[in-house]
T-cell receptor
Framework: DGGITQSPKYLFRKEGQNVTLSCEQN?????MYWYRQDPGQGLRLIYY???????QKGDIAEGYSVSREKKESFPLTVTSAQKNPTAFYLC??????????????FGPGTRLTVL | AQTVTQSQPEMSVQEAETVTLSCTYD???????LFWYKQPPSRQMILVIR??????QNATENRFSVNFQKAAKSFSLKISDSQLGDAAMYFC??????????????FGKGITLSVRP
């Protein structure tokens, strides 16, 4: 089946640790995105990538890092510099050409909790 | 910068009835896209419907339809024949026509819809 997978579903981190959230897609989409969701809030963009080996900061990139070495994969690292990392993280992807390039499809999300 | 406002935090509807969820947005652009996403308790974001701003015709997808008022910058979602499975949080989102940094989605804060049996 084509889709977006995120792992793990739940992640616990001690203060001062870096953790990496996985996002993989087999939709052959060029663009990938990371959003953060806090209670009572909509989603906010952390980073996005429109092509392999290139990525751009979103609205709340501080304390996060990403890489895009493969088209299918866009991992997000939450560093110890992120002051309030407890949140729900969603990965999305979209086409960069052809029809429906505007539409983003989402993975199931990762819930990160800092202990 | 674009903003999306969903002013009603919660709504409730009787099963089989119709409900309308409101959304307004602010932009200086003339060409853009609007979306409604559904987030059930599983927290998976599911696309419900999309609207292209240059199209005057309102989008429909089965029981879901929108009322797109470009001049008023309003984009409401109507759910007909509500079902228990429609209970979820619904997010309105905006995307610029342009690519690059503008390809991000700007979300409202969401509205929680409950369906009474």
């Amino acid at each position: 089946d084509g889709g977006i997978t995120q792992s793990p579903k739940y992640l616990f981190r001690k203060e001062g640790q870096n953790v990496t959230l996985s996002c993989e897609q087999n939709l052959n989409h060029d663009a990938m995105y990371w959003y953060r969701q806090d209670p009572g809030q909509g989603l906010r963009l952390i980073y996005y990538s429109q092509i392999v080996n290139d990525f751009q900061k979103g609205d709340i990139a501080e304390g996060y890092s990403v890489s895009r070495e493969k088209k299918e994969s866009f991992p997000l690292t939450v560093t110890s510099a992120q002051k309030n990392p407890t949140a729900f993280y969603l990965c999305a992807s979209s086409r960069a050409g052809g029809e429906r390039t505007d539409t983003q499809y989402f993975g199931p999300g990762t819930r990160l909790t800092v202990l | 910068a674009q903003t999306v406002t969903q002013s009603q935090p919660e709504m409730s509807v009787q099963e089989a009835e119709t409900v309308t969820l409101s959304c307004t947005y602010d932009t200086s652009e003339s060409d853009y896209y609007l979306f409604w996403y559904k987030q059930p308790p599983s927290r998976q974001m599911i696309l419900v419907i999309r609207q292209e701003a240059y199209k005057q015709q309102n989008a429909t997808e089965n029981r879901f339809s929108v009322n797109f008022q470009k001049a008023a910058k309003s984009f409401s979602l109507k759910i007909s024949d509500s079902q228990l499975g429609d209970a979820a949080m619904y997010f309105c989102a905006y995307r610029s026509h342009y690519t690059g940094a503008n390809s991000k989605l700007t979300f409202g804060k969401g509205i929680t819809l409950s369906v009474r049996p």
